[in-house]
Each structure stands twice: as C-alpha cells, then as structure tokens.
C-alpha cells in the first residue's frame, strides 16, 4: 500500500503513527471542504435560489448542524483507525492488494472498480437493515437518525461502531479481491461525494427519473432523505436495485419524488410550496 500511503516506511510503530497522522489529514481535508461548500451554496449563499430544489422546507436549527459536524469527526477518526490497521496488515502481506497498476491486464481496474461499488451497495444495504433492528437502533443507528431533516454534514454523522461498520466493506475486500490502491481510494472518494449529496437535502434530478427504464435503478437525493423523514423504507445506497427486489422502497417514494421536483417550476421566492405526501 505505500504507493498510496507516504511515507514510504516499512511496518513498524513508527511507521503506522505515520501512516495515522497522514491519513487523519488527508481525510479531514477531503471531507470536510466539500461537505462545507455545498452546505455553504446550498444552505447559505443561494438559499433562496435554490429554494425550489429544497426536499423538506423545515427549519434546521444550528445545534443540529454542530451536532452532524462533530459525529463526522468522529466517524473521520474511526475510519482512519480502520485504514491504519488495513495497512498494517497489508504491509505484513496480509492482503491482495497490490502495486503494479495493470497487472491483471487491460480493463481489470476498471472491473475491481465497478465489482467494489456492486460489493459496497450489497453490503450496505444488509448492514443498514440489520442496524435497524429495534434492539440496534437506539443504540447505534439513532445518532444517523437524529438528522431529520440531514445536511451535507450528515453524510458521515454516525455513531462510532456505525463508523466501523460503514467502513468494513473496504476492509473486507481487499483481503479477498486482487485491488490496487488507486482503485479503493477513488471508489472511496466516489461514495464520499455520493453521500455528501444524498444528505444535501435538495434534488435536482429531473421529473420521471424514478419511473424511467433505466433511471428508475438509481438512487436519488429524495430517495435517502425520505429514509431520514420516514425511518423504515428506502435502504439503499447508490441504486435502487435491492430496495425494489426487496419491497422496501416507500410505497409513496415515485408521487414524493415528483412532488419535490414539482416544487422546481414554481419561483424561486423562497415561499413555502405544497405539502409533500404523507408516510
């Protein structure tokens, strides 16, 4: 893993503390400015612009948003513990990643990129079902929960044990699939930005998407943030491939969908729309 994870230094104490301090600021500077710029333009800046697009017009008091941005924090420093300890045990040879890009031929990122997604969305939908036990729920997943009505700092405010089971799945891939680093690191950038948009509690994808052929199979801003309002429905993470084998979208997920987007041809005032289908 060291091409991805300076310094360069073999497996040791010092090194791991390295290896920590490196990832704690890499991730630190890679959440937090992305997940500030959309709530600033969002949330802040273009509010009133951006009104039409809003997925719940409750207010949002400041508290919750310091609440989101300090469990983040946590989340960070959890999923850096994880890292460090993967690599320590890829360092000692532990793991099939690997450091010859293209060593499995032409196309082979390209496929450990697309299987890790297919892997992290499988994955998280279990994971996210069983933490919604009632008995796991208070315990774990409320503080997720907490945010009704979630902003972009929502994407990463989890409770320490959800933090490590968010992050399992990486961990368990590469002991099992022949991946390079660039591939895990941009798949875990890639479900970062993801989720920063889900929590943005605004859509902008247009009318028809939940009921197009192919559109219908991917998941939504109002998709994840219906599961916020709404607690027992719509699990998914990327796609809506398990939530619809499943039967666990919101039965009212397509006429809620629509209802948001309605809100986008009315103008831009600020003004309270419509009210969005109940549960």
Not at 166 to 194: D, N, R
Not at 239 to 250: A, S, V
Not at 273 to 278: Q, R
């Amino acid at each position: 893993m060291e091409a991805l994870l300076p310094p360069f230094c073999q497996f040791s104490a010092e090194c791991m503390a390295r290896v920590f301090v490196y990832q704690m600021i890499m991730n630190t500077v890679r959440y937090y400015p992305i997940a500030a710029l959309v709530f600033f333009v969002l949330w802040v800046w273009k509010k009133t612009f951006f009104s039409p697009y809003r997925i719940q017009e409750r207010a949002v008091e400041p508290k919750r948003i310091w609440y989101e941005i300090r469990y983040s924090f946590y989340t960070l420093v959890i999923f850096v513990v994880q890292a460090t300890l993967v690599t320590a045990l890829a360092k000692m040879g532990y793991s099939r990643a690997y450091l010859e890009f293209g060593k499995y031929g032409p196309g082979y990122e390209l496929f450990a990129f697309v299987l890790l997604i297919v892997w992290h969305e499988t994955f998280f939908y279990w994971m996210h079902r069983l933490i919604h036990h009632p008995r796991l729920f208070k315990w774990i997943h409320l503080v997720h929960h907490r945010s009704t009505s979630p902003s972009p700092f929502a994407a990463y405010s989890f409770h320490p044990i959800e933090g490590f089971l968010e992050a399992l799945y990486v961990s368990v891939f590469i002991f099992v699939v022949p991946v390079h680093p660039v591939v895990v690191v941009s798949q875990a950038f890639y479900a970062m930005i993801m989720n920063i948009a889900w929590h943005s509690g605004y859509e902008f994808f247009p009318s028809g998407w939940t009921r197009g052929r192919f559109t219908r199979w991917i998941n939504t801003s109002t998709h994840h943030n219906m599961h916020h309002s709404h607690v027992n429905c719509n699990y998914s993470l990327y796609l809506n491939f398990w939530d619809r084998i499943c039967g666990t979208n919101h039965p009212r997920y397509d006429e809620y969908f629509e209802a948001v987007r309605a809100r986008a041809r009315r103008p831009a005032t600020g003004a309270p729309g419509a009210e969005l289908p109940a549960a």
